[in-house]
């Protein structure tokens, strides 16, 4: 397995094309949006650069590792060559199967096709290909450079031979493969939702402040960020969407996302990336602010 080709330049896909290069892979990176790949490579270029300073990597690892990254906005001719795809564009069911779609027409037929996907069904991803049993989910952690994990996902119909190729391709990588079936959230987000949704219900119902909640968690569980900052981390849009799919994929009240989460998508409030969420955030600057909404 040497040609590996990476779906979606954002933040994972960046992060994913980048240490299977450093690990001597060859790498297409592919994206609709010719800006994404640029963004993508100069993060790269960035991320190998802080490696350097820290002194895990040379300026001729950074070279090689630049070096194996080809770029393409053209699927078809960017997938021809792959043994592996690992799709991680937007989460979405219906682009993602159209995705897979087109990877099976153009992928050769001995190539494993893997999704990144946080919560869509590798089942049903594995659904509208011919070849079923070489999907699979490879759910890497952000930022997937530092983070060990990889959730490796078997849909209903991947075959065991699959699995293995890509738990020993995990561990080549560096990373502690975890391999779990496909359910609703897998395990990762199954455990993590629940937790994040109950630390803002406990808000919502006055139990404690945003600063408490989180430092609870901090100082009492050993988590080392709180519930409502990882919220704001990960992006409030994306915990709403990954609990409705729990929601509905279990038909488990348990799961229903609070109504504070609910208001504070539809009102923009995203976290992190809109500059606002639990907490309140100013390019440049670390510190944590509690958002002034949540301050009593
Ligand atoms: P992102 O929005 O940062 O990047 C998605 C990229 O996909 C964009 O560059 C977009 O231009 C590209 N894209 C959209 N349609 C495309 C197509 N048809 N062909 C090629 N490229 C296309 O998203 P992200 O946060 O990197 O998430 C990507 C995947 O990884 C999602 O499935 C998400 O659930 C999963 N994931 C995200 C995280 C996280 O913390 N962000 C963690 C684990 C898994």
Redesign the pocket.
């Known amino acids: 397995m040497q040609n590996i080709s990476v779906?979606?330049?954002?933040?994972?896909?960046n992060g994913i094309a980048h240490v299977f290069a450093q690990k001597g892979f060859t790498v297409t990176l592919?994206?609709?949006?010719p800006a994404?790949l640029e963004k993508a490579l100069a993060t790269i270029a960035r991320n190998l650069d802080r490696q350097i300073a820290k002194g895990t990597l040379t300026e001729q690892d950074k070279q090689s590792t630049l070096g194996a990254i080809n770029t393409s906005t053209t699927?078809s001719e960017g997938v021809a060559k792959a043994d592996l795809v690992v799709e991680?564009?937007?989460?979405n069911v219906d682009?993602k199967l159209n995705?897979f779609r087109q990877l099976d027409e153009h992928a050769p037929q001995s190539a494993i096709l893997a999704s990144?996907?946080?919560?869509i069904s590798i089942t049903r991803i594995a659904s509208v290909t011919r070849r079923p049993q070489s999907v699979i989910g490879l759910?890497?952690?952000?930022p997937v450079p530092v983070m060990q994990l990889v959730e490796i996902i078997n849909g209903y119909a991947t075959d065991e031979s699959v699995t293995k190729k890509m738990t020993a391709l995990s561990e080549k990588l560096g990373k502690v493969p975890c391999v779990v079936n496909d359910y609703p959230g897998f395990i990762a987000n199954r455990i993590l939702m629940p937790m994040i949704n109950e630390a803002i219900t406990s808000l919502f119902e006055g139990v404690a402040g945003v600063q408490e909640i989180d430092t609870v968690m901090k100082l009492g569980m050993a988590h080392p960020m709180g519930p409502l900052q990882l919220a704001d981390f990960?992006g409030l849009d994306v915990c709403l969407y990954i609990l409705r799919v729990l929601h509905d994929g279990f038909g488990n009240p348990k799961y229903a996302p609070c109504p504070l989460l609910v208001n504070m998508v539809t009102a923009g409030y995203l976290g992190a990336k809109s500059g606002e969420g639990f907490y309140k955030y100013t390019p440049g600057s670390k510190d944590l602010v509690v958002s002034a909404r949540f301050n009593a």
Not at 7 to 13: F, K, L, N, R, S
Not at 30 to 33: F, L, R, Y
Not at 139 to 142: G, I, L, Q, S, V
């Open positions: 779906i979606g330049a954002g933040t994972m896909g592919i994206d609709t949006q994404q699927l991680a564009a937007t989460e682009l995705i990144n996907t946080s919560s759910h890497f952690m952000n990960i």
